[in-house]
Every structure is written in C-alpha cells, then in structure tokens.
C-alpha cells in the first residue's frame, strides 16, 4: 500500500477522515455539515496545510485513497481534544471504511511517527485523544503512547520519541 506526504489537495480527504474519528462507533453521531460547523473540529483542518503540519496519505496502488493521519500544533487558548502543550503537535488518524483492519492504520501512525522525526526541527512529542471503549487505543499504545490525562470521556495519550542524532 503506497504512503506519501499530505499536501494541499488533501484538505477534502482530510475533513472526510476527521469525519470517521467523530464516528469511530460507527453511527453517525456527526454528519459531515456539522463537522463543517463546529468551530473544535475546524481547529484540526482550518487552513490546511499551515506551517508545521504534517501528514501522511494511505492510497490504493490506483491512487484511491484509504487513509490519513497529519499533525498540528495548537494554542493553549483555542486546544485540541487531545491538547497536551502549545509545541506538541495533536494527531488525527483514520482509515475509510471497507479498508481497516488490515494493517493501513497502523503503517500510517508508523510514517508519522517517522515524518514527526524528519522535520526541519524534529516533532519527538505527538499527542491525541482517544475516547473510552475505542479499540484504537490498543494500537496507540503498542506503538508506546502512554496516557497523560483525560478530557472528558476520553485519554489524551503522548508519545515521546527518542530525538534523532544531530546531524
Ligand atoms: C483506528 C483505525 C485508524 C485503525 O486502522 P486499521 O487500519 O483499522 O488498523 P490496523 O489494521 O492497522 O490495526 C492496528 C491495530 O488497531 C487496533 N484496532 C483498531 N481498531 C480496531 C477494531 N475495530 N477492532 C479491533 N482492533 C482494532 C488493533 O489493536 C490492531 O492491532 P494489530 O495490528 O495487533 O492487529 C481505524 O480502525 C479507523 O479509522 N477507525 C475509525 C476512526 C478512528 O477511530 N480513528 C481514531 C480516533 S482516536
């Protein structure tokens, strides 16, 4: 399954995949004109992409998409879910339906995790959010996200990566 870096043109698919972790029970607890209404969710998508984002795109070998996860750093006075620090970027990750389970999820994380490392100035901190009964959480934790805090009814998880060697 081909991976590359999330541009410009992924705003739409963006918002789609944001739409599926709002609905990760898989009823539709949101519709997709109230995702594009609630000021939260727009903090994760607004102005796509802005500097210091980063993300990763899951395609088919037919340039389909499958999946996305990206990061973005966000103020104290207007946070994330997931808000842990202004300098510690909040991710968000899903997969389309029809495509999960077989191993897209977690090779997204994996590259973003190691995109995180890639920037200019190295990301070694990721944070997210993750609301109780969602399996997803054995995922984070697998790849060594541990649990910081809660928000309501969910973790906020961080994952602190070893900084790479100074080049
Ligand atoms: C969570 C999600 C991104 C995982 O992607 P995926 O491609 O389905 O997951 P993978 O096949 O890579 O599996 C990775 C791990 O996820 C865990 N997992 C995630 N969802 C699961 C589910 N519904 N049931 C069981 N395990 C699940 C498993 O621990 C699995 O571990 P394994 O690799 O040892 O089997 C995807 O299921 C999804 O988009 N869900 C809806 C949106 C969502 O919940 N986003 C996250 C919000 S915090």
Same mark, same amino acid.
């Given at each position: 399954?081909?991976?590359?870096?999330?541009?410009? $043109?992924?705003?739409?698919?963006?918002? /789609?995949? =944001?739409?599926?972790?709002? &609905?990760?029970?898989?009823?539709?607890?949101?519709?997709?004109?109230?995702?594009?209404? /609630?000021?939260?969710?727009?903090?994760?998508?607004?102005?796509?992409?802005?500097?210091?984002?980063? %993300?990763?795109?899951?395609?088919?070998?037919?340039?389909?998409?499958? %999946?996305?996860?990206?990061?973005?750093?966000?103020?104290?006075?207007?946070?994330?879910?997931?808000?842990?620090?202004?300098?510690?970027?909040?991710?968000? =990750? %899903?997969?389309?339906?029809? $495509?999960?389970?077989?191993? $897209?999820?977690?090779?997204?994380?994996?590259?973003?995790?190691?995109?995180?490392?890639?920037?200019?100035?190295?990301?070694?901190?990721?944070?997210?959010?993750?609301?109780?009964? &969602? #399996?997803?959480?054995? =995922?984070?934790?697998?790849?060594?996200?541990?649990?910081?805090?809660? &928000?309501?009814?969910?973790?906020?998880?961080?994952?602190?990566?070893?900084? #790479? #060697?100074?080049?």
């Amino acid at each position: 399954m081909p991976l590359r870096s999330a541009t410009a $043109h992924d705003a739409g698919l963006l918002r /789609d995949v =944001l739409l599926e972790a709002y &609905n990760w029970t898989g009823e539709q607890r949101f519709t997709a004109e109230r995702l594009a209404a /609630d000021p939260y969710a727009a903090r994760y998508l607004a102005g796509w992409p802005r500097e210091g984002d980063f %993300g990763v795109v899951a395609e088919t070998g037919t340039g389909d998409p499958i %999946g996305a996860a990206w990061a973005r750093r966000l103020p104290e006075d207007e946070p994330g879910y997931g808000f842990v620090a202004p300098d510690v970027p909040e991710l968000t =990750l %899903g997969v389309l339906p029809g $495509h999960r389970g077989r191993g $897209h999820g977690r090779a997204l994380l994996t590259a973003l995790v190691r995109s995180a490392l890639d920037q200019p100035r190295p990301v070694t901190r990721l944070s997210l959010s993750v609301e109780d009964g &969602n #399996p997803a959480v054995r =995922l984070y934790a697998s790849l060594g996200f541990v649990r910081v805090g809660r &928000n309501g009814g969910s973790d906020t998880m961080l994952l602190t990566s070893p900084a #790479p #060697p100074a080049s």
